[in-house]
């Protein structure tokens, strides 16, 4: 009549061990000027505002391309 411990019931893995998510940087641009500026750029400002003074982005679209087969 061996007892088993909680030890050797659950494997405990650490959890640095998960893979990290990628991150994608956000570009958008300037509806009056077509400047281009990053996401982590417009974070560090206390305003959303272009270099122009003016206040409405768009989000850039990713350069990467999807097909899919038809059914």
Not at 6 to 17: A, F, G, L, V
Not at 24 to 45: H, K, M, P, Q, W
């Amino acid at each position: 009549m061996a007892e088993e411990t909680p030890e050797n019931q659950i494997e405990q893995t650490p959890i640095d061990e998960t893979p990290e998510s990628v991150k994608f940087d956000v570009i958008y641009t300037c509806l009056r000027c077509g400047t281009n500026v990053a996401d982590t750029e417009l974070s560090r400002l206390p305003e959303i505002k272009c270099i122009c003074g003016f206040r409405v982005f768009t989000k850039a679209r990713a350069p990467i391309v999807k097909t899919i087969k038809a059914i």
